[in-house]
């Protein structure tokens, strides 16, 4: 069985960093890409970036993060970090984080989930 635990969450004034890390844990065997998705209250669930795990880490952000945000990973301790500047009201939302994780050979790869963290940015 495979863990993701976030932390970093918390609350920040507009303008303001916060950076935020998910690490994956249990039974993993490869895992192929990690990632941010948030939901703020009354809206869906949104992708905010991935990373993949092979050379270089191909990134995808939200339009919304373009510029603000940077997704990185560190492969051997199978973690993956958002460091969220310049943040904005409409940034407010809870953070889960989210991998595409193979458990052992031959087994298919799942999408694994946090519980999630909050981030609220305050005027």
């Known amino acids: 069985q495979v863990q993701l635990v976030e932390s970093g969450g918390g609350l920040v004034q507009a303008g303001g960093s916060l950076t935020l890390s998910c690490t994956a844990s249990?039974?993993?065997?490869?895992?192929?890409?990690m990632g941010w998705y948030r939901q703020a209250p009354g809206k869906q669930r949104e992708l905010v970036a991935t990373i993949t795990s092979g050379r270089g880490g191909s990134t995808i952000y939200a339009d919304s993060v373009k510029g603000r945000f940077t997704i990185s990973r560190d492969n051997a301790k199978n973690t993956v970090y958002l460091q969220m500047n310049n943040l904005k009201t409409e940034d407010t939302a809870v953070y889960y984080c989210?991998?595409?994780?193979?458990?052992?050979?031959?087994?298919?790869?799942?999408?694994?989930w946090g519980r999630g963290t909050q981030v609220t940015v305050s005027s």
């Open positions: 249990g039974r993993i065997f490869n895992i192929n890409y």
């Open positions: 989210n991998g595409e994780i193979k458990e052992g050979i031959g087994r298919p790869y799942r999408d694994s």
